[in-house]
């Protein structure tokens, strides 16, 4: 019989906080684990045998729950076993089992996969839960167990508090649920559904889609005297003639995958092969370039880069601030990026009556129900016209 308690040790100078731990019998031999959690005597709860704070309460039911899991695994293989393996097993267990960890090894083996954006994006997560964690007093890491509805809840707010759209919300709180089902599949904790009170659809986006007569205001816009202006506009347009191709796709286009009058690639985000005619308007922007030594077709990578990664980030940086300005001067009512082309190439073709399926293989992705997000929203003045008409045949 294993006896397993929660204790809450004071401190002996006074003022100071104190310990919360758990004392394990086993065969008449005690030992003691001792939390993270520090504690003053009135945040803890006597007669429950727990403390009073009801985020510490799911640090310590979670590591019940894992002490548990232990001796039923040991008592399960009939083996003998001391309160010293318990701990073992649990130390041993605690030190690969907390978010921190866990996702710095997803991120590790997405790096080694070459699937980079998918990387930063898990890395751009972990800091901010991180951040949300020293913020509101928490341990900075803490485990997949004690992952509960709680903890997500509390992270949502501290999100929406700072700002942040339920678009941007939703994707942290996505990804967070991605790397929890993973933990839950390889058996490092039960799932306890904590992602069930948090938003993570995805709502309409704000218009990120330039009409026909911006693109040719856009494509016509008279840059003399400003070559970074005049080049981050020429990419955009590049992205747009080649269907919206991605800004990493389009980094990474090599002057061997333009044969027979046709660039043939595979995008690297879902490994699928496009191939797309090669046009005049494409060419001009190519010869207005100068030839290097580069195996790549667009000046978007420094020559002689260490990191081709890290390269096209940094100009993708450059053209976006450029972009930017470029709006300003069109006076244009969104935030213009290199994404808005690929937003763009999908609502000019859905407003000029090209099929969802067409439209869905035009751009690469593996269903239509990503190429709707793409399309931009119709307009306030035809949705008026629409309604005026229904109104008009009562």
């Known amino acids: 019989m294993t006896s397993v308690k929660v204790k809450f040790r004071p401190s002996a100078p006074e ?5 919360v731990y758990y004392r394990i019998i086993h065969a008449r031999m005690v030992r003691s684990i001792t939390t993270d959690i520090k504690i003053s005597s009135d945040a803890w709860d006597d007669v429950a045998s727990m403390p009073c704070l009801v985020e510490h309460r799911e640090t310590v039911l979670a590591d019940i729950s894992r002490i548990h899991r232990i001796i039923a695994y040991f008592e399960a293989s009939g083996l003998t076993f001391s ?15 907390s978010l921190s960890v ?18 930063e994006t898990y890395g751009s997560t972990l800091r901010s839960f991180t951040t949300f964690r020293a913020e509101t007093g928490a341990s900075l890491d803490i485990l997949l167990d004690a992952f509960s509805p709680t903890v997500a809840e509390a992270y949502q707010d501290w999100m929406r508090r700072r700002g942040l759209v339920p678009n941007t919300t939703s994707f942290y709180l996505r990804i967070l649920r991605a790397v929890y089902r993973r933990a839950v599949a390889e058996g490092i904790t039960d799932d306890k559904n904590p992602f069930s009170c948090v938003y993570t659809g995805i709502d309409d986006t704000v218009k990120r889609a330039l009409t026909l007569p911006q693109l040719r205001r856009l494509c016509h816009l008279d840059l003399t005297g400003a070559p970074a202006l005049d080049f981050a506009r020429d990419m955009f347009m590049m ?7 991605s800004f990493i796709d389009m980094a990474c286009l090599r002057k061997t995958d333009l044969c027979a009058g ?52 940094r100009t993708a940086s ?13 006076h244009l009512p969104l935030h213009l990026t290199m994404y808005v082309a690929r937003h763009s190439w999908a609502s000019v073709a859905y407003r000029k009556g090209v099929a969802m399926s067409v439209i869905s293989e035009g751009m690469g992705h593996l269903s239509e129900a990503t190429t709707r997000i793409y399309l931009a929203s119709l307009d306030t003045a035809t949705i008026d016209r629409a309604n005026s008409l229904i109104i008009r045949s009562l």
């Not at 003022?15 to 310990?19: A, H, L, P, Q």
């Not at 450059?318 to 069109?330: D, F, K, Q």
């Open 262 to 313: 046709r660039i043939t690639y595979r995008r690297r985000k879902t490994g699928r092969l496009l191939s797309i005619r090669w046009t005049a308007e494409m060419q001009a922007i190519v010869d207005k370039y100068p030839a290097s030594e580069s195996p790549f077709l667009l000046p978007l990578v420094s020559p002689g880069s260490s990191s081709v990664h890290a390269s096209y980030r």
């Open 239 to 245: 992205s747009f003639y080649l269907r919206g191709m």
């Open 83 to 97: 309160a010293d393996d318990i701990v073992w097993r649990y130390r041993c267990a605690r030190s690969t089992a």
């Open 318 to 330: 450059r053209i976006n601030a450029s972009l930017h300005t470029i709006a300003g001067r069109m």
């Open 102 to 119: 866990y996702m710095a090894r997803i991120i590790d083996s997405l790096k080694a996969a070459g699937r980079l954006r998918t990387a």
């Open 15 to 19: 003022g100071k906080s104190g310990s």
